[in-house]
């Protein structure tokens, strides 16, 4: 069995673009048929928004993808979640450096921001504080793009019709 590889999202609240980028990535995921390969979740930095539901807008946003997140409730990234995790992604760099004192340190490697993994690496901004979320919904997916063909190009997922194809090859 392929080893599964575990993505963690973080932002400050939990509640606009950790659970948006968990969504997106899912959703991306399941397209590519990779079944149980990525487990994807969600945190925030913060306890401030623990228990509350995603933010409206971007649950708006993810409805008219026909994504459900009616169910996600904020949580708070724990020092466990360092071990329990391959990826720990945060949106901006306050997220992760917050991240890093959670964790007490990254000797791993595995904490980094979501757009370094794209051409253009930089912070995703707050919706909560610009209220663009269609901008942050653009950032995020280019992220979640570029995340996935980075684990793509190091053969660390691999759709299931590359391995049907494979296994019958053999």
């Known amino acids: 069995m392929e080893k599964q590889i575990r993505i963690l999202f973080v932002c400050y609240g939990n509640i606009c673009r950790s659970p948006m980028a968990e969504y997106i990535l899912r959703s991306r995921v399941a397209g590519l048929e990779l079944g149980e390969s990525v487990l994807v979740d969600s945190a925030a930095t913060s306890a401030e928004e623990t228990g509350n539901p995603v933010h409206p807008r971007t649950a708006a946003i993810l409805d008219t993808l026909g994504i459900d997140c009616s169910a996600k409730r904020a949580r708070q990234m724990q020092r466990s979640d360092y071990e329990a995790y391959d990826y720990l992604i945060g949106m901006d760099r306050m997220n992760v ?63 299931a019709a590359v391995r049907v194809c494979h296994v019958q090859m053999r």
């Open 97 to 159: 450096a917050d991240m890093r004192r959670i964790a007490g340190g990254d000797p791993d490697g595995k904490i980094c921001r979501l757009l370094d993994f794209a051409a253009n690496p930089r912070d995703i901004a707050d919706p909560w504080y610009t209220g663009d979320f269609d901008a942050t919904y653009t950032d995020v997916c280019a992220g979640c793009d570029a995340l996935l063909k980075r684990l793509k190009e190091q053969r660390l997922v691999i759709p």
